[in-house]
Nanobody, 123 residues
Framework: QVQLVESGGGLVQAGGALRLSCTAS????????MGWFRQAPGKEREFVAA????????HYADSVKGRFTISRDNGRNTVYLLMNSLKLEDTAIYYC????????????????WGQGTQVTVSS
């Protein structure tokens, strides 16, 4: 069992930056692929970024590529999402997730989810 707790969300102006953190409980954190998803009001949850536990390879949604960076610190059981050049359309609840599947862009490949942290980008 893995429990995930996100933090770091908040209100930021367009063009600004935020860093989200997701801290996991459990000793097997390092063996899970980690992903970030987001859900805006009235929309489905969508993939943002993921990092493979074994290789460290990263994947990003086209909408955030070049602006967001996912990283992990296995010693701290934490995965981060650094978000730069934020846009109004980045406003959403951001969720981190842990899973062992390879289809890291799909929600069904993740067994554990955090409660989410709100990110609001203002003009």
């Amino acid at each position: 069992q893995v429990q995930l707790v996100e933090s770091g969300g908040g209100l930021v102006q367009a063009g600004g930056a935020l860093r989200l953190s997701c801290t996991a409980s459990g000793r097997t954190f390092s063996s899970y692929n980690m992903g970030w998803f987001r859900q805006a009001p009235g929309k489905e949850r969508e993939f943002v970024a993921a990092i493979f536990w074994r290789t460290g390879f990263t994947h990003y949604a086209d909408s955030v590529k070049g602006r967001f960076t996912i990283s992990r610190d296995n010693g701290r059981n934490t995965v981060y999402l650094l978000m730069n050049s934020l846009k109004l359309e980045d406003t959403a609840i951001y969720y981190c997730a842990a899973g062992r599947g390879v289809e890291v862009r799909n929600t069904y490949d993740y067994a554990f989810w955090g409660q989410g942290t709100q990110v609001t980008v203002s003009s």
